[in-house]
T-cell receptor, first 115, second 109 residues
């Protein structure tokens, strides 16, 4: 399978715990994006990387959130001291910036439930 | 318009009929638009895209129309099938994707 993969697919945690999600983009894609989606809403942008550089962060990305892409390949998104309001689907997408189109390809998402 | 929160607009069609899903976008400077299909529990799946220098683009069973004057997009699905049942989102790109409110399409057999 050469698509975007995300792990884990589901995560249930207690309030106050830290969680980390992983995204593996399509192999030749140098841009990687994180989005958050709550029930009934479209995905909302959180942050993106060009290779290993984090180029933009949304105001939605509070200081409890941190994302890394250390080698320009896979990325991790960590949420510290989780709150119930963090419950959502976390989606990763990737693209190649020299592609003729701006299309981003999404992974299956990680569904986070904070109890 | 404003988000209606948890209540997605819905469209119910009979199998074999054509579906039209509408979307308004916000930024007149946006130059690239994408329609995504999202099935329950899955990530958004690319359907079709269109650049702002076009007003129509056709794919297999799908057509996207762009009206820049009123900042409106539509997605037409021909001969709708049960497998088309999903939530459909339009998105404009400004580096990142800005998603519009989704529409839940339900296809009755």
């Amino acid at each position: 399978d050469t698509g975007v993969s995300q792990n884990p697919r589901h995560k249930i945690t207690k309030r106050g715990q830290n969680v980390t999600f992983r995204c593996d983009p399509i192999s030749e894609h140098n841009r990687l994006y994180w989005y958050r989606q709550t029930l009934g809403q479209g995905p909302e942008f959180l942050t993106y990387f060009q290779n290993e550089a984090q180029l933009e962060k949304s105001r939605l990305l509070s200081d409890r959130f941190s994302a890394e892409r250390p080698k320009g390949s896979f990325s991790t998104l960590e949420i510290q001291r989780t709150e119930q309001g963090d419950s959502a689907m976390y989606l990763c997408a990737s693209r190649w910036d020299r592609d003729f189109t701006d299309t981003q390809y999404f992974g299956p998402g990680t569904r986070l439930t904070v109890l | 318009g404003e988000s209606v929160g948890l209540h997605l607009p819905t469209l119910s069609v009979q199998e074999g009929d054509n579906s039209i899903i509408n979307c308004a976008y916000s930024n007149s400077a946006s130059d690239y638009f994408i329609w995504y299909k999202q099935e329950s529990g899955k990530g958004p799946q690319f359907i079709i895209d269109i650049r702002s220098n076009m007003d129509k683009r056709q794919g297999q069973r799908v057509t996207v129309l762009l009206n820049k004057t009123v900042k409106h997009l539509s997605l037409q699905i021909a001969a709708t099938q049960p497998g088309d049942s999903a939530v459909y989102f339009c998105a404009e790109t400004r580096g990142k994707l800005i998603f519009g409110q989704g529409t839940e399409l339900s296809v009755k057999p």
